[in-house]
């Protein structure tokens, strides 16, 4: 059994400040990390994609990936209001199959 | 820009009829399409794998004779929900996997919203 492990939330910051989003994976051989952004009512956006050990940065999204310990994160530096929304982080494994944590709800204050 | 594009974003209809959603690949011909549901607040639900030129392959508790897959071409996957019941009142979303160097990026399509009265 594939699992994702993500805190559920709320998790609440002041505009400006870093937010940090975590997951951990079960399945050792999982090779490709996604970061999804999800609207209310909206479907998932694709926001970051990772496959390798170390940071990815892109803008004011940064996603780290740590396989030893299983574990994959995304901060957001500068959180605007707009971020506020449900995170899902997606692990792949086999023939496109995406496993999904259950996600994390970003409120950022203003 | 998208990727994948799906047909209606929104649709009602009644109790016993049949609503067909679609979902496009806009740019690259795609083998695989993937489609979930959503109900409110609530997880994606991973229904069946659409592949272009044979069968679908359903998860366990999917009703295949009731939500009708059919990948016809490489840029088009199609989901049919028949006899469809208040029950089946959910959010639709395909997702389709894209090949860039040697890894796949994975985007959704903007999802159907399906209201069954």
């Known amino acids: 059994q594939k699992e994702v492990e993500q805190n559920s939330g709320p998790l609440s910051v002041p505009e400006g400040a870093i937010a940090s989003l975590n997951c951990t994976y079960s399945?050792?051989?999982?090779?490709?990390f996604f970061w999804y952004r999800q609207y209310s009512g909206k479907s998932p956006e694709l926001i970051m994609s990772i496959y390798s050990n170390g940071d990815k940065e892109d803008g004011r999204f940064t996603a780290q990936l740590n396989k030893a310990s299983q574990y994959v994160s995304l901060l957001i530096r500068d959180s605007q209001p707009s971020d506020s929304a449900t995170y899902l982080c997606?692990?792949?494994?086999?023939?496109?199959?995406?496993?999904f944590g259950t996600g994390t709800r970003l409120t950022v204050i203003p | 820009g998208a990727v994948v594009s799906q047909h209606p974003s929104r649709v009602i209809c009644k109790s016993g009829t049949s609503v067909k959603i679609e979902c496009r690949s806009l740019?690259?011909?795609?083998?695989?399409m993937f489609w979930y549901r959503q109900f409110p607040k609530k997880s994606l639900m991973l229904m069946a794998t659409?592949?272009?030129?044979?069968?679908?392959?359903?998860e366990q508790g999917v009703e295949k004779d009731k939500f009708l897959i059919n990948h016809a071409s490489l840029t088009l996957s199609t989901l049919t929900v028949t006899s469809a019941h208040p029950e089946d009142s959910s959010f639709y979303i395909c997702r389709r996997p894209v090949a860039i160097l040697r890894n796949y990026e994975q985007y959704f399509g903007p999802g159907t919203r399906l209201t069954v009265t």
């Open positions: 399945d050792r051989v999982s090779q490709s």
């Open positions: 659409s592949n272009e030129g044979s069968k679908a392959t359903y």
């Open positions: 740019d690259f011909q795609a083998t695989t």
């Open positions: 997606a692990v792949r494994a086999g023939a496109n199959n995406l496993f």
